[in-house]
């Protein structure tokens, strides 16, 4: 099994910054595309931000030049630079990786995700 365990977040106040990281454990997986995605009060999940195994990157629209995906493919860990908060930044947010699981000689590819982490933007 790949569990993903998040670090960071938290409170911070409007025009703020903050960093979250995420990393990868377990035996006998591979890393391809990497994400972070949140979910506001009362409204659906979304994709953030996502980098690729060749650290291609793309951003929501709402995000875009403020937040910043990068990866260290060493550590299996993928992080979130989010500067410039705002009050509708508000939201807990989760990473996600899509593994190649090797099991007695067979790939299994998964969508792995981590548990969530609350981000509070105050204005």
């Known amino acids: 099994q790949v569990h993903l365990v998040e670090s960071g977040g938290g409170l911070v106040q409007a025009g703020g910054s903050l960093r979250r990281s995420c990393v990868a454990s377990g035996s006998s997986f591979s890393i391809d595309a990497m994400g972070w995605s949140r979910q506001a009060p009362g409204k659906q999940r979304e994709l953030v931000a996502a980098?690729?195994?060749?650290?291609?990157?793309n951003y929501a629209d709402s995000v875009q030049g403020r937040f910043t995906i990068s990866r260290d493919n060493a550590q299996n860990t993928v992080y979130l630079q989010m500067n410039s908060l705002k009050p509708e930044d508000t939201a807990i947010y989760y990473c996600?990786?899509?593994?190649?699981?090797?099991?007695?000689?067979?790939?299994?590819?998964?969508?792995?995700w981590g548990q969530g982490t609350l981000v509070t933007v105050s204005s």
């Open positions: 996600n990786a899509d593994v190649r699981v090797r099991v007695l000689d067979v790939i299994h590819a998964m969508d792995v």
């Open positions: 980098i690729t195994s060749g650290e291609n990157t």
